[in-house]
């Protein structure tokens, strides 16, 4: 079992190699100034960096060489970053701050953020083309996961479908399939891809991918939680937030004791998945209880 401080060496270590890996690939680009300094601004910006860090937990129940998955890992980040420009954009969420600092329209323009998440978006499937770590095989599974999981059977699929039931009252499961579409395909694809690369067999990847799936929905509902009991400083936007913007959220369907039983059921039925993948992935049950009782 890892115990607290492994698992945060864990988290520090990976997160300073996808710092770097990610300053590498964005600082060497020969673009148009403007453009590359939207891009940099919003990737280092200083996010969790969770995506990319399930993806090595998950490749290191396989494998200790990280270098193979970091290329791809950072792809991951920046496919994360560009939907969050994208959705703070006027015409979708209309955010003026993100991760503590000013959204990437209101710094620049929104012509540049449109532009900066596009290319964001087209350079982490480059990314994963020109990944001397991988075969050309490997190459094409993981640009087909990650179409599939950020394009419009995934992410996108979700934010419409989350734009469509705005301001109007939603079931549970109409909002468990918005969460799985929006968030979940990502952390999904960290997963699989992951467990992919490390070359885990189909049955261990088809547990990981319903333990994903669970995860994901933990994360959610936690990011719920936290809109009403947690930190303003910490969260980095104000409390509350959600009731205000009219969202609609677990807390709101099920108050926050039903949100917390709810979250409660999805970590146990989580580690159940990940035990029966008969995998050592020691770092990915801790991650669980780290994602569900996060403070930000
Ligand atoms: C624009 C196609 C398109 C999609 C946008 C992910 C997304 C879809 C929108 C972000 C809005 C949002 C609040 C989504 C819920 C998931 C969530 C809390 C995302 C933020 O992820 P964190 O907490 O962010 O990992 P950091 O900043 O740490 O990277």
């Known amino acids: 079992m890892i115990v607290q401080h492994e698992l945060n060496h864990f988290i520090n270590t990976n997160r300073e190699k996808i710092q770097q890996e990610l300053t590498h690939h964005l600082h060497q680009l020969d673009i148009p100034e403007q453009l590359k300094n939207s891009m940099i601004y919003s990737a280092e910006a200083g996010g969790k ?20 998955v970091l290329s791809s890992a950072v792809a991951l980040e920046l496919i994360h970053t ?17 991760r503590g600092h000013p959204t990437n329209h209101i ?55 989350d734009m469509e039931a705005e301001k109007k009252a939603v079931t549970l499961e109409e909002l468990e ?12 694809f960290a997963i699989r891809s992951g467990a992919y690369l490390g ?43 959600d009731e205000t913007n009219e969202k609609n959220t677990y807390v709101k369907l099920l108050d926050i004791d ?17 035990s029966e993948a008969n995998a050592d992935a020691s770092y990915l049950m801790a991650l669980v209880d780290y994602l569900s009782n996060r403070d930000h």
């Open 49 to 68: 960096r969770l995506r990319p860090i399930l993806l090595i937990a998950s490749f290191n129940a396989y494998s200790d060489d990280v270098s193979k």
């Open 82 to 98: 560009y939907s969050l420009i994208h959705d703070d954009l006027p015409a979708m969420d209309d955010d003026d701050v993100r």
């Open 107 to 161: 710094k620049f323009d929104e012509a540049t953020a449109i532009l900066a998440g596009d290319a964001l978006l087209t350079f982490s499937f480059e990314l994963i083309a020109n990944d001397v770590y991988l075969t050309d095989n490997q190459k094409v599974q993981l640009i087909q996961l990650f179409s599939k999981a950020s394009g419009p059977k995934g992410m996108v699929a979700g934010q419409i479908l």
């Open 177 to 188: 399939t918005i969460h799985a579409l929006k968030t979940g395909e990502l952390f999904r």
């Open 199 to 241: 070359e885990a067999t189909r049955e261990q990847i088809a547990h990981l991918d319903k333990f994903a799936h669970f995860l994901g929905l933990i994360f959610q509902i936690q990011d719920d939680i936290l809109d009403v009991t947690g930190d303003a400083e910490k969260i980095g936007k104000p409390v509350g937030s």
């Open 258 to 274: 039903g949100a917390v039983e709810k979250k409660e059921y999805y970590v146990s039925k989580a580690k159940k998945e990940l």
